[in-house]
């Protein structure tokens, strides 16, 4: 086990002005299971590959448990690799593939035997051992390259998007198995993903890259109530907050014919930005009332059944321009597509945030 340490790492690619990775500054913790998550393109693959010595670091530094790894080997840093496409031997079985990282270290028959066979118990992978990859499913096929790198025991696990090629109920059974192996074998784990789904419900921290820059990091929990801009509010939580840039007055925004009321210090805050606020609200923190003062009406376009709840998306005219507003709502009040509903933030549960900066206020 070992702490990871992200020191205004940067990394430039050759033809490129702008930064993939743009001093990264991250402190994981001893046992840590980090979630790096973004969009395509947000770095976060290449700060992974730059832990892994995969990718150069133009400027910065990194450090395994205090130890300069900068300009080492991948071989020289004590980690273990889980790919996307699995990336095992198509011509060796289960073993041998589980195995062939410590024979090339001249490991003991003994040793690789023990360790193969804990980790293929641990995967569940005991009755697959002499069958080759081919004649297994895609699960089991990265539970394979999970049993490759635990074998090695390393000191930091490194996965980059490893459930991608499964598919949905498969992907869900897998984050649980990851989560519960991480959580027993307490080794520092850096995983990359651009399911903000799978970043909640598996890291310990989630850090959220956009443009190569490091726009928060935080629990879960403390990302969803409290995001830092509008970017990570907008980005987390599924399905996505609604954000909306309004008039800014004295006492608060103003939807159309409904006014957000703000606290003293948020207008203050706000002020420089041009007259304008953005005011998020999440779709669980708003209510579907009958029609009166104080509430949107919103055309409904889609209502999407979940069984024990339902998201209502529909669109309203603010302003002449359609705005577009998703609404979490109980079965017994779940409208029909096409009719005109009333909602109503929760004003306890509002985010407000600089209409230029972005900034949360």
Same mark, same amino acid.
């Given at each position: 086990?070992?702490?990871?340490?992200?020191?205004?790492?940067?990394?430039?690619? =050759?033809? /490129?002005?702008?930064?993939?990775?743009?001093?990264l500054n991250l402190e994981i913790g001893d046992g840590e299971f980090l979630v790096l998550v973004g969009p395509s393109g947000c770095g976060k693959s290449t700060s992974?590959?730059?832990?892994?010595?995969?990718?150069?670091?133009?400027?910065?530094?990194?450090?395994?448990?205090?130890?300069?790894?900068?300009?080492?080997?991948?071989?020289?840093?004590?980690?273990?690799?889980?790919?996307?496409?699995?990336?095992?031997?198509?011509?060796?079985?289960?073993?041998?593939?589980?195995?062939?990282a410590l024979k090339l270290r001249k490991? /003991?028959?003994?040793?690789?035997?023990?360790?193969?066979?804990?980790?293929?118990?641990?995967?569940?992978?005991?009755?697959?051992?002499?069958?080759? =990859?081919?004649?297994? /499913?895609?699960? &089991?096929?990265?539970?394979?390259?999970?049993?490759?790198?635990?074998v090695r025991e390393p000191q930091v696990f490194l996965m980059d998007e490893p459930l991608s090629?499964?598919?949905?109920?498969?992907? !869900?059974?897998?984050?649980?198995?990851?989560?519960?192996l991480q959580a027993k074998l307490g080794v520092t784990t850096v995983y990359v993903t651009h399911d903000q789904v799978e970043a909640m419900t598996m890291g310990h921290r989630?850090?959220?890259?956009?443009?190569?820059?490091? &726009?928060?990091?935080?629990?879960?929990?403390?990302?969803?109530?409290t995001p830092g801009n509008v970017f990570v509010a907008g980005f987390m939580g599924s399905p996505a907050m609604n954000i909306k840039t309004v008039p800014l007055t004295e006492s608060g925004g103003t939807f159309g014919a409904i006014n957000i009321p703000l606290t003293r210090e948020q207008v203050a805050a706000a002020k420089n930005s041009g007259g304008k606020v953005t005011i998020g609200f999440r779709p669980e923190a708003a209510d579907l009332v009958s029609q009166s003062e104080g509430a949107l009406p919103i055309v409904v376009d889609l209502v999407e059944d979940l069984g024990s709840d339902?998201?209502?998306?529909?669109?309203?005219?603010?302003?002449?321009?359609?705005?577009?507003?998703? !609404?979490?709502?109980?079965?017994?009040?779940? =409208?029909?597509?096409?009719?005109?509903?009333?909602?109503?933030?929760?004003?306890?549960?509002?985010?407000?945030?600089?209409a230029e900066t972005g900034a949360r206020v």
């Open positions: 086990m070992a702490t990871v340490t992200y020191d205004k790492a940067s990394r430039i690619y =050759p033809g /490129s002005e702008r930064p993939a990775v743009n001093e992974l590959r730059m832990l892994a010595g995969l990718e150069d670091v133009d400027r910065g530094r990194i450090l395994i448990e205090g130890k300069d790894v900068t300009n080492l080997p991948p071989k020289s840093r004590d980690i273990a690799m889980v790919f996307q496409n699995y990336a095992l031997y198509p011509h060796m079985s289960v073993y041998e593939n589980m195995a062939f490991t /003991s028959k003994a040793e690789i035997d023990r360790r193969v066979k804990e980790a293929a118990a641990l995967l569940q992978l005991d009755e697959y051992l002499s069958r080759k =990859p081919k004649a297994l /499913s895609g699960g &089991q096929r990265q539970r394979v390259a999970m049993g490759r790198a635990i090629n499964l598919d949905a109920k498969l992907r !869900v059974q897998t984050r649980s198995q990851i989560a519960t989630v850090a959220v890259m956009l443009d190569g820059v490091l &726009q928060q990091v935080d629990t879960p929990r403390a990302l969803y109530d339902a998201n209502v998306y529909g669109h309203a005219d603010i302003d002449g321009a359609s705005e577009r507003f998703t !609404v979490r709502t109980d079965r017994k009040t779940m =409208p029909s597509m096409g009719e005109t509903v009333f909602i109503r933030p929760q004003t306890n549960a509002i985010h407000v945030f600089n």
